[in-house]
């Protein structure tokens, strides 16, 4: 399937059309990501390099295309943005791996 149908490119002209609909979750959306990503307790690379790791989790293309730049500028090296992938790739096939209990209990009912 053709990437370009199945995810649009974001441009500024889109972003702008969608903040007119709501324009006032919006700002409060932007206010929230802008406090979120800020320093605090976790200094702003460790935030992004969440941010790729989960957005990887989510399988969102949006956030990984504006996370990856966004870790790097803030001083990720490109294998500490791998590694973060790995744990996220992890931690989804450890969910998988766990809910598996979930299965294992409903045949457990079909012996």
Same mark, same amino acid.
Request: proline residues 4%.
């Given at each position: 399937?053709?990437?370009?149908?199945?995810?649009?490119?974001?441009?500024?002209?889109?972003?702008?059309?969608?903040? !007119?609909?709501?324009?006032?979750?919006?700002? =409060?959306?932007?206010? /929230? #990501?802008?406090? $979120? /990503?800020?320093?605090? +307790?976790?200094?702003?690379?460790?935030?992004?390099? %969440?941010?790729?790791? $989960? !957005?990887?989790?989510?399988?969102?293309?949006?956030?990984?295309?504006?996370?990856?730049?966004?870790? %790097?500028?803030?001083?990720? #090296?490109?294998?500490?943005?791998?590694?973060?992938?790995?744990?996220?790739?992890?931690?989804? +096939?450890? !969910?998988?791996? =766990?809910?598996? #209990?979930?299965?294992?209990?409903?045949?457990?009912?079909?012996?």
């Amino acid at each position: 399937m053709d990437n370009e149908k199945l995810y649009p490119n974001m441009t500024r002209e889109l972003n702008e059309k969608k903040a !007119a609909l709501a324009p006032d979750n919006i700002e =409060a959306w932007r206010n /929230f #990501s802008k406090t $979120v /990503f800020k320093a605090g +307790a976790l200094d702003e690379k460790t935030k992004q390099l %969440i941010a790729v790791a $989960v !957005a990887h989790v989510t399988q969102c293309p949006y956030c990984i295309r504006a996370h990856t730049p966004q870790a %790097i500028r803030k001083g990720a #090296s490109k294998e500490e943005i791998m590694e973060a992938i790995w744990v996220a790739a992890e931690m989804r +096939a450890g !969910a998988a791996y =766990a809910h598996a #209990s979930l299965a294992m209990e409903e045949m457990e009912k079909h012996k």
